[in-house]
Structures are given as C-alpha cells and as structure tokens.
C-alpha cells in the first residue's frame, strides 16, 4: 500500500511542515469544515463529457457565488456614478448574468423542488451531509450528475 504524504520521513517534507506548507497530510490548507469529506470526480463518460469538461463545468460552477457580487458591485457603481456616459461594465453584467441564468436553469429544469439543495453544493461546495435534503443520499447525488448533464447540454449543445 502505498505512503501517505504526512507518513513521508523525508528532510524536505519536514522543513515544509516546519513553515507551514504542510498541513494535516496535505499540501495547503483543508478547510476546518471540510475534515473528513473527500471530493470525488462525478464519472459522465457514459455520456461522453471527459473527465475536463466534468471539471470545467464544476469550476464554472463555483464562480457563481463570485460572479454574483461581482454584479452587485457594479450596480452599486453604476448607480453612485451618475455622470458616466457608456457605462463600461455593461457587457460583464450582461456575461455573468448569463451565466448565473445558465447555472440556474439546469439546476431548476433538473428537479423543480430540490434545485435550491443542488445550487447549494454545486456552488458552494456543501455536501448533502451538512443540508437537511427531503431526498435519500443517492437520489440527490444522482440528481447533481443529471444537473451537470444538463449544464453541459445547456452551455455546449443549445449554443448558450
């Protein structure tokens, strides 16, 4: 079997334990929160999306959160700054609120009732776990497998 990173008695490994490079095994950071949950790969193969789209699609997926206040500060300049003639931004606005409509209506055309719980983890990153989802454990990771098919077709097939 093979050795842990933190099981490694290697001079180097200890010199970048000693600054802080790393932590519980890892190199980084692992949120407190986040202790004892891996983070899998979903596999979409069967529906021939590659593992990078899978991943492209994740990382899109977790600038929602960013891509949303992002529009909030630019309305708040926008509005404070009555005197600006062609507003510069306007077409940012107008990408990342496609994009969040994008993420939205995959999660909503996936499962009307439970989209709200799916944004959740596929945006923010909390598992099934930490929300109180009216559906069993496998029901819901199956749905966010269809909700990544969905944004996958929605973003790459219907030319969004």
């Known amino acids: 079997m093979g050795k842990f990173l933190g099981d490694i008695d290697d001079p180097i490994i200890k010199k970048m334990e000693k600054y802080g490079e790393v932590q519980n095994g890892t190199r980084g950071e692992k949120p407190e929160d986040m202790e004892g949950i891996r983070k899998r790969d979903i596999k979409l193969s069967k529906y021939n999306i590659s ?83 009216p559906c069993g454990r496998r029901m819901f990771y199956e749905l966010r497998r269809m909700f990544y098919l969905n944004l996958y077709y929605m973003k790459y097939k219907m030319g969004n």
């Open 51 to 133: 593992l990078y789209a899978y991943r492209e699609l994740e990382y899109f997926c977790l600038q929602y959160g960013e891509k949303k206040r992002s529009i909030d500060k630019m309305y708040c300049l926008k509005k404070h700054d009555e005197n600006l003639k062609g507003f510069k931004n306007e077409g940012k606005i107008r990408l990342y609120e496609s994009d969040i409509n994008l993420i939205e209506n995959a999660a909503k055309y996936t499962d009307g009732q439970l989209y709200s719980y799916i944004l959740k983890n596929v945006t923010d990153g909390i598992p099934y776990e930490s929300m109180d989802v």
